[in-house]
């Protein structure tokens, strides 16, 4: 529970009642769930929606379906299902609108479920509607070993892209490895700039950036004649002011995703790219990679990691036993 704003550890572990069903809605008994950044600025009180405490943390979980409302139609009790919502997956029941939940085919488990969501179908409409990235085209993941940017950087490999990840640690460079990047780049060794033309000294295609701060602007100079950046999101805390004479001397395009904006904006595109992704998910072409699991009662932990930029791949909650077995581990390639 959430009883004030602020870091992660004025978050607690509290009996609460059960929330209520709605007609329109299901209960989940949640087995796993996964942190994405936002749960943190949700907890700090900085998010761009505001949501007076109190609450229950967590935006994506996996679970067995318990209840369901008198509206609902197409899911049914016990049913495996994973979902998101905005807030209340931090905890062992969530109701959230039968449409958040999607079934889960046989043998994937609870972790990986739970770890599938934002991060992916982020990266996912990115790459894909946003970018739209090419086979064979040069693609800078920034964050490249954590949520968004490892996903990025693992279905831009996917779709045929030739990776470079730029991350700040040796295990976050492993990850983006392991997970289809050709390059990497030590974000704390030195010059990106100078790194990024050591590895193609006539420039990159498209650059996807879900961190801000300085690095922007260093990856934007990396692009080569009409390249595409695209801003996702600010983790490092700093939100990256460009001078324009960098797009117009190479006739760049700066591009934007907010998620919510374009389910509203675009919804045929958002279908039908979610039922590529699923497709590849449920393939095992792409997995995500998770590099941390928690218990519940450590939830302050599991946010704290991800609050700190320490986070490798996936950050984890697990909330009840599993209930099917985690599966031999996979590669995302
Ligand atoms: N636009 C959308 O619809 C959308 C959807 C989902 C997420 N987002 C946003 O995308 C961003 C990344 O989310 P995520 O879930 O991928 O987060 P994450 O897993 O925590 O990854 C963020 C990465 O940013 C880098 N970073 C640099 N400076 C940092 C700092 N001061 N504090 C924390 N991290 C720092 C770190 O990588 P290195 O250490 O390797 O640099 C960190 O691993 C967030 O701002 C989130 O709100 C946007």
Known sequence: LCATNGPPD???????????????????????????????????GTYQLDVPPPFIPGSEFAGVVTEVGSGVEHVAVGDRVSGACLYGAFAEEVVV?????????????????????????????????????????????????????????Q????????????????????????????????RRAGNVREALRDIHPDGFDVVVDPVGGDLS?????????????????YASGEIPRIP???VLLKGVHVLGFQFSDFAVHEPDALRANEQELRALFESGRVVPHIGAVYSLDDVADA??????????????VD??????????PRTGR
């Not at 007609?23 to 907890?43: H, I, K, Q, W």
């Not at 704290?304 to 984890?316: D, H, L, S």
């Open 155 to 186: 279905i831009g490999q996917v779709l045929g892209a030739e990776v470079t990840a730029i991350a700040s640690t040796d295990d976050k460079r492993r990850a983006a490895l392991d997970n289809g990047a050709a390059h990497t780049i030590d």
């Open 10 to 44: 004025v978050v607690r572990v509290e009996d609460v009642p059960a929330p209520e069903l709605t007609a329109e809605g299901v209960r989940v008994r949640v087995a796993s769930a996964s942190v994405n950044f936002p749960d943190v600025l949700l907890v700090a």
């Open 319 to 328: 909330v009840a036993p599993p209930l099917t077995a985690p599966p031999t």
């Open 244 to 246: 324009l004479n960098l």
């Open 303 to 316: 946010l704290r990691e991800v609050a700190e930029g320490r986070a490798v791949g996936k950050v984890v």
């Open 97 to 153: 609108p039968a449409l958040a939940v999607t079934s889960l085919a046989p043998g994937i488990d609870d972790r990986t479920a739970a770890a599938f969501g934002v991060a992916h179908r982020t990266a996912f409409h990115v790459l894909r509607s946003v970018a739209r990235v090419r086979p064979g085209e040069r693609l800078v993941v920034l964050g490249g070993g954590s949520g968004v940017g490892l996903a990025a950087v």
């Open 217 to 233: 602007e260093a990856a934007l100079r990396s692009l080569r004649w009409a390249g595409r950046f695209v801003t996702v999101g």
